[in-house]
């Protein structure tokens, strides 16, 4: 878990739904909180963005680290009653992926104030870009 301890504190968040065949896209802004809980055996994650008109606002619990794998299990409640689960990994150049059954991201730490995500989703069997943001403090 400590590989993590990057995420903690909160962070600005700013970023952009791509536009879409039926949506001109959408640009958001909010907050995203990281701490550590449970005697840092996981991360609370808290969303909360204002994307157009729209609040949304998540909970996600980051932890459970397989150690064969080297996965991060993620899972992830919204206020729309969405649930989602995610893992995550790192590749050899620090770069933190979250992977799901329809949607993925690479998360990039630029310095120790600065992340920048790129998101995609799957449509029709094929990943598409999706939103990009970009996390500071």
Known sequence: MEMLEFLIGAWKTEGNVRPDG????????GTDTYEWI???SFILHKVDVTMGKE???AFEIIGGLDVKSKMYKMRSYDNSGGFTEMDAHFDMKGILHLVGSNM???LDRKN?????AHWEK??????????????SR
Do not use: C, H, Y
């Not at 120790?112 to 920048?116: D, E």
């Open 122 to 135: 799957l449509v029709n069997e094929e990943w598409v870009p999706w939103m990009d943001l970009q996390l």
């Open 55 to 57: 609040n949304i606002a």
């Open 112 to 116: 120790q104030n600065l992340l920048i």
């Open 38 to 40: 449970l005697d840092r």
């Open 22 to 29: 039926t949506d001109s896209g959408t640009i958001f802004t």
């Open 104 to 106: 993925r991201s690479q």
